[in-house]
């Protein structure tokens, strides 16, 4: 009703020199903003609905009895090959080596590409390399590869003899015994390609620094895994995903890229048909990982990570743009609203509509992203920090003006 009589009110106001502003540009503007919001809910309760789908809150196939048996116990058959890619990351190498040798529920065998390092991880892996486990170690050595680890990447996943292959990064920890059980029940049920998530579990930045990150890690996973879930898939991250072997074909649609040795590896698997794409959310399948300490740091990672967006399907461009756009129509054409509203005397109704509609959005969001979080077992200090999202968004779009100059660059680590 006051959205009727505030164009009520301008209708009566109307005159030979005001005809546009009252009866056109006003009304419009409000519409248009309006349309805006609709769009962004619309999109909103796509994307968590589909997210949703991916959740399972006890994994299917894994119990405490299968986890606590060992490989030969479980299965005779080799059934992974984990792939780790490192250069430089002697720090992180013990830490992930003591958590790899607690995996239970599956036969497995463990790829470490040692991509030029020169911090003393061979000797790390000297001291090590004797001790008696329960999985098969292959050690590789690569040296004057290209920035980036897709050369690395494609040698280890030519070594790797079982017919599914597990990828992660050194500075990332299994967050159960059974994460790689846990993803080689989704194969064996007929996936193709298992997209799991990893989140900054085990350092982030400070203040709000530390909560952006949190959320856009959580953010990151919500995007992908609805998209999966809808049948659209897009991206995984190389910290967590596994696919079918004979899916890897290497790099060469975007060889000149550092990046996208994950992202961008799916991309290329579009056209395959009747592909399975499976998103996992329970916390048993996932990884922990760290986030830059600065948000130095963080921007050159986001403009890294930006520089392949550019590769994606028009589908996916446009789709994931979709929020921005309509963001953005939101914003501009309540700015317009508001200075005619101003110009005609009924201000304070355009604000009040604005101010409900706006507050009642983003509590909606943050009540979506609280769901999300809990449904992948996020501290329950994560729960409520869908409050950052607006600064998160704000944030995220100065990150992509700022990449459209480094798309090519070719000196990322």
Known sequence: MILLDSFLFWLEKVSLQGIIEATF???????????????????ESWLQRSAMRAYRSVPDGINETTAT????????????????CIRNGSVHWQGLWEALKKQRGVAWELVVVDDGSSDGLQSLWTEVKNEAVEFHVQWLETRDSRPGKKDALKWGIHHAKADHVVVTDVDCLPSSATWLCALSEEFRK?????????????????????????ADALRIARSYAGWASSGRPYMGVGRNMAYKKELFQGFSSHEDLPSGDDDLLIQSWLDRPAMRVVPLLHRSAQTDTHAPAT?????????????????????HQWGLMLPSIAAGLTWVSAGAWIYFGFEEGVLHNVLWILSVVLTGGWAWRMLNFRSFAQACGAPSSWHWLGWVQPVVDAWLGWQVQKSRGVRKSNTWD
Do not use: M, N
Not at 32 to 43: D, E, K, P, Q, V
Not at 295 to 315: D, E, G, M, V
């Open 190 to 214: 007929g996936a193709d390609v298992v997209l799991g998530i990893s989140l900054p579990l085990l350092s982030s930045g400070s203040g709000l620094l530390g909560r952006c990150e949190k």
């Open 25 to 43: 540009v006003a009304p419009v503007a409000a519409s248009l903003t309006f349309a805006g919001i609709a769009i962004s809910w619309l999109y």
């Open 69 to 84: 048996k060992s490989p030969i116990e479980t299965r005779a058959t080799l059934q992974l090959s984990l792939v780790v």
């Open 295 to 315: 948000w130095a740091a963080w921007s050159r990672q986001k403009q890294r990570h930006l520089t392949t967006a550019w590769r994606y399907s028009s589908l």
